[in-house]
């Protein structure tokens, strides 16, 4: 039986499938809450040396390399860095791993972004293991700049009628019908590897089909989880892309996005 430790190998499992690479490769946009990064921080990323983590198939690549002076890249599906690097020929794109970012020097970044809640795919120890290594390759005052699901969310749980997709098509109805019993068996499979705590839930979701557990987290405990990695909040972006406090409630987005300075 698996442990919780196996959350990243059962979702590095999801994310190495050539199906997941595909989806990947047909996104090109920036979410409104990277929008507002983006917005807010241009004069901090322009001509920066930025280090793009879990790149996926280069969603935000083409945005990013217009901006910063150094861009490097990376994932940990193989066939996402194949495509990513197809896209974007002579860009530093590269197969790793969040938690070890021993190929980069010390204070080696202006900036680590790692988007699309990336960081939620890993256990608890993962994902305090991803800020120390971020930590490392960053410059005192550089940014860390991420996306985390949002705890406030109401659950959904794998046989909620809202997770079957309808469909006109009888053919396509029949798919999605399939999907929608493999994502209860996923659960069932997965389900003690969940994990509730004061400050943090590991908890099924739609994104990867109920396969493992993915990390919420509060806006106030991510916070203050940040402040004992060396890291100082200072922006804190909803779903909609607008400013938002830890003392405004929000069940509504999804995930949060966070913009963090590292102590100097």
Request: proline share 3%; charged share 25%; hydrophobic share 35%.
């Amino acid at each position: 039986m698996a442990s919780r430790d196996d959350i990243a190998s059962l979702n590095k499992d999801f994310y190495l499938s050539k199906s997941a690479a595909a989806w990947y490769a047909e996104k090109e946009f920036v979410m409104p809450e990277e929008q507002a990064f983006l917005r807010d921080y241009e004069l901090a990323l322009k001509g920066c040396s930025l280090l793009d983590m879990g790149i996926g198939a280069g969603r935000t690549t083409r945005f990013l390399l217009p901006l910063v002076g150094d861009y490097r890249g990376f994932d940990y599906s193989e066939e996402m860095v194949r495509a990513a690097a197809a896209r974007f020929p002579g860009v530093k794109i590269e197969e790793r791993d969040a938690r070890d970012l021993s190929a980069y020097g010390e204070a080696s970044f202006d900036v680590v972004l790692f988007s699309f809640n990336g960081i939620d795919c890993l256990s608890h120890q993962g994902r305090l293991q991803v800020m120390s290594e971020v930590k490392r390759v960053l410059k005192p005052g550089g940014i860390f700049a991420f996306s985390s699901h949002n705890r406030e969310k109401p659950k959904t749980l794998p046989q909620d009628l809202s997770n079957l997709n309808r469909s006109k098509n009888p053919v396509r109805m029949i798919k999605n019908l399939i999907e929608y019993w493999q994502g209860i068996r996923n659960w069932k499979r997965s389900l003690h590897c969940a994990e509730e705590t004061d400050s943090y839930e590991l908890r099924h979701d739609s994104s990867n089909g109920f396969k493992a557990p993915i990390y919420y987290i509060r806006k106030s405990h991510q916070v203050a989880q940040a402040a004992t990695q060396g890291f100082a909040v200072e922006a804190i972006y909803n779903g909609k892309g607008q400013p938002t406090t830890v003392e405004e409630s929000d069940t509504a987005s999804s995930w949060i996005f966070y913009a963090c300075r590292k102590s100097a």
